[in-house]
T-cell receptor, first 111, second 113 residues
Framework: GENVEQHPSTLSVQEGDSAVIKCTYSDSASNYFPWYKQELGKRPQLIIDIRSNVGEKKDQRIAVTLNKTAKHFSLHITETQPEDSAVYFCAASTGGFKTIFGAGTRLFVKA | NAGVTQTPKFHILKIGQSMTLQCTQDMNHNYMYWYRQDPGMGLKLIYYSVGAGITDKGEVPNGYNVSRSTTEDFPLRLELAAPSQTSVYFC????????????FGQGTRLTVV
């Protein structure tokens, strides 16, 4: 079945540096790739998403890239700030009603 | 709008007991979902619903049941609780299927002892 692998599981960066989280998916029919941010003790919230007809999408300090041939997509956060510290989940879906989530990356931004 | 509201936030259940996790949304979303989140794992879909009266199994439905009598409410029932059901449970809703944003509740941390 569909599988999404996410790396790294933990990432620690200095404030102001960039952070990159990578995900690979197994089902080539996947066409929607959201990223959710979950702060400690809070609910997951969508921060950015990308569809398969687009190779890159940017929203201020965050960007997502998609390589359909290699079946991987990445989240890029530039100029990291302490409030970026959270767990980030990538996900993939082929449509329908099933979204497959990665295991999550815990990002620490050190001031 | 309150969004998606779950109750309770925390609960301790004894093995073999049953309970219902409540979920309600006020965004008039047709689609609702129940996920469980285990440490170091992604969210796993338990059940979903595409509208009142319609429910279907997700990836990990065993030990759970749901109902959807109204658009707003989507309760999750645990029968004969087992330690393996210790987890954080999230309810979510959306305007469409898996290709649209999911709006999550604040979660229910359930411990089965």
């Amino acid at each position: 079945g569909e599988n999404v692998e996410q790396h790294p599981s933990t990432l620690s960066v200095q404030e102001g540096d960039s952070a990159v989280i990578k995900c690979t998916y197994s089902d080539s029919a996947s066409n929607y790739f959201p990223w959710y941010k979950q702060e400690l003790g809070k609910r997951p919230q969508l921060i950015i998403d990308i569809r398969s007809n687009v190779g890159e999408k940017k929203d201020q300090r965050i960007a997502v890239t998609l390589n359909k041939t290699a079946k991987h997509f990445s989240l890029h956060i530039t100029e990291t700030q302490p409030e970026d510290s959270a767990v980030y989940f990538c996900a993939a879906s082929t449509g329908g009603f099933k979204t497959i989530f990665g295991a999550g990356t815990r990002l620490f931004v050190k001031a | 709008n309150a969004g998606v509201t779950q109750t309770p936030k925390f609960h301790i259940l004894k093995i073999g007991q049953s309970m219902t996790l409540q979920c309600t949304q006020d965004m008039n979303h047709n689609y609702m979902y129940w996920y469980r989140q285990d440490p170091g794992m992604g969210l796993k879909l338990i059940y979903y619903s595409v509208g009142a009266g319609i429910t279907d199994k997700g990836e990990v439905p065993n030990g759970y049941n749901v109902s959807r009598s109204t658009t707003e409410d989507f309760p999750l029932r645990l029968e004969l609780a087992a330690p393996s059901q210790t987890s954080v449970y999230f309810c979510a809703s959306g305007t469409g299927g898996a290709n649209t944003e999911a709006f999550f509740g604040q979660g229910t941390r359930l411990t089965v002892v």
